[in-house]
């Protein structure tokens, strides 16, 4: 009661709570999952108490226990440790490893984009990279960390995006629609600014089709995060077809979506 009441108090202690250790975190995010296996048939009591511990986490609500981060709140309490929470947490491994499989080199947006490590990477895979994301302190470490120049950089909201009609050959978002709670404005916008034939590709979390291991742990941190869990084969299926989804870890809560216009 007392972290959902004020919402800054909230976010700054949740954020410490998860920040601190680092050893702790390790720890928490490690991708064991992935390849788990139950050999002792004495553990599997123990597996399903985890499962059924799981369901209770994890409600039906898209909505998390405390608020979600917008912009201000990125620029208050995270733009300076982002970076380092999100390398030892291990997201930046799977970036790497599943951002740009099969996408056709081109005009790359990416909606959320945060201190531009993944346009970045992008750039380096030769693609004419843009970026956009609502927290001005994100976007001021894009310049100073990465180089990039205020033309390649937008302050603003995935429901509005600042482009026109088929900009862009590739529109990704990795762990920012979740924070985004008009996601069906932002659907629309994604596809608006999507060049016909074009990749739109989301990396986020969402409700895992086979519950693993340590789904219950990593709904919980979801919770505590704020995400809003999104149904993206129901909000962008309007107008693009899917064409691919992907279990890329952490329990099976982290997700790779193709759609393709």
């Not at 064991?32 to 009591?45: L, M, W, Y």
């Not at 979740?178 to 932002?186: G, K, N």
């Not at 704020?226 to 982290?254: A, M, P």
Request: include cysteine; proline fraction near 3%.
């Amino acid at each position: 009661p007392v972290l959902c009441g004020d919402r800054n108090r909230g976010y700054y202690l949740v954020f410490r709570i998860f920040s601190i250790s680092k050893k702790g975190l390790e720890l928490f995010f490690q991708e064991v999952d992935s390849n788990a296996e139950v050999v002792n048939c004495r553990r599997t009591h123990r597996l399903r108490s985890i499962r059924t511990l799981g369901s209770i986490v994890m409600s039906k609500s898209k909505r998390s226990i405390l608020p979600y981060w917008d912009g201000k709140t990125y620029t208050r309490y995270a733009s300076g440790l982002y970076d380092w929470a999100t390398s030892i947490s291990g997201w930046r491994r799977n970036l790497k490893r599943v951002a740009f499989d099969d996408l056709p080199i081109g005009r790359f947006l990416d909606v959320g984009c945060g201190t531009g490590y993944l346009m970045s990477l992008a750039r380096n895979f030769g693609f004419d990279v843009y970026g956009l994301d609502p927290s001005s302190g994100m976007l001021e470490q894009a310049r100073k960390k990465y180089g990039f120049e205020d033309s390649r950089l937008r302050e603003g909201s995935a429901t509005r995006l600042p482009f026109e009609d088929s900009s862009f050959d590739v529109v990704l978002a990795s762990g920012s629609l979740v924070h985004v709670p008009e996601i069906e404005a932002a659907s629309k916008e994604m596809i608006r600014v999507l060049h016909p034939g074009g990749v739109i590709r989301i990396l986020d979390h969402a409700v895992p089709q086979e519950k693993r291991l340590f789904y219950p742990l990593v709904s919980l941190f979801s919770q505590l995060s704020g995400d809003i869990l999104h149904d993206y084969e129901h909000s962008f299926g309007h107008f693009c077809k899917l064409t691919d989804r992907k279990t890329v870890g952490r329990g099976g809560y982290l997700q790779r979506f193709d759609f393709r216009k």
